[in-house]
């Protein structure tokens, strides 16, 4: 049974007192769950006051992005190393708005997680065609690129701290989510892809989630899916009872 994780990507937004005041009323709302886990992902200034106020609670923290380097001169950059000094049990890496925005590319991104796997976090590692990509029936082979990319020289042993997200572009702050069988199509592709570049055990073990326009009204018919193991979610993280209703997906 691979337990479901339910992980709000704050993106740029909240100021501290905006973070806590949100962390606060999850880890109040949320107290009872033990059968899911719960990630929160707020920016990188609200990471110390987010982890003191999540701390006792199911809630586990997320930092958004990760330089591929530890400590030394590099200016204005944040570790894997520093993200678990202050808290986080997770750190997301290649979420499409730095691949687009920062053209982020896989080598880069491989070099990410090769250093998170230096520290103790957990790694969501989020994947997804673009439009054009998919209506010029390229979706599989920029998955399977993204995928063997990312991937790159990574063990099956290291694979246990790994979820895959897999966030069709076209759908993230669209309000367009992709069908229930577009996304079970696109995660049954991924899970079999991983058997094959690992093993059984790693594909039938990793938690794969889906990200795009995730909202209390589609999260139930998504999370029926034999493949999709939970959920990235962005603007319905935002607000409280949207994302308390989320994680409470029947
Ligand atoms: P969205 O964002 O839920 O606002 O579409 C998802 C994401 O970018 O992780």
Redesign the pocket.
């Known amino acids: 049974m691979r337990k479901p994780i339910i992980a709000g ?1 704050w ?1 740029l937004n909240k100021t501290i007192s905006e973070s806590t005041e949100l962390a606060t009323q999850l880890a109040h709302s949320l107290s009872d769950i033990n059968d899911r886990e719960i990630v929160i992902a707020p920016i990188f200034t609200c990471l110390a006051a987010t982890a003191a106020a999540i701390d006792n609670s199911p809630i586990q923290l997320a930092a958004q992005n990760c330089y591929p380097e530890t400590s030394g001169a590099f200016t204005g950059e944040i570790s894997p190393y520093f993200l678990q000094d202050v808290g986080c049990q997770y750190v ?1 890496i290649g ?3 730095r691949r687009q925005l920062l053209l982020e590319t896989d080598a880069l991104i491989n070099k990410k997680l090769h250093t998170a796997f230096t520290t103790e976090l957990k790694i969501i590692l ?1 994947i997804g065609e673009t439009l054009d990509q998919r209506d010029s029936g390229q979706m599989l082979s920029v998955l399977e690129q993204q995928i063997k990319g990312g991937l790159a020289n990574v063990t099956a042993a290291q694979m246990n701290s790994v979820v895959i ?1 897999y ?1 069709p572009v076209w ?5 367009k989510t992709a069908t229930t069988e577009q996304a079970q199509e696109a995660h049954q592709f991924i899970r079999n892809l991983l058997q094959q570049l690992f093993n059984l055990e790693v594909a039938s073990q990793i938690r794969i989630l889906y ?5 209390p009204d589609n999260v139930d018919a998504l999370m029926k899916q034999e493949d999709i193991d939970g959920a ?6 935002l607000k409280a009872e949207d994302f308390v209703r989320i994680v409470r997906f029947n």
């Open positions: 990507n993106k997301i979420h499409s708005e989020c997200a966030e759908a993230i702050g669209t309000g990200g795009g326009s995730v909202k990235l979610v962005g603007g319905a993280s």
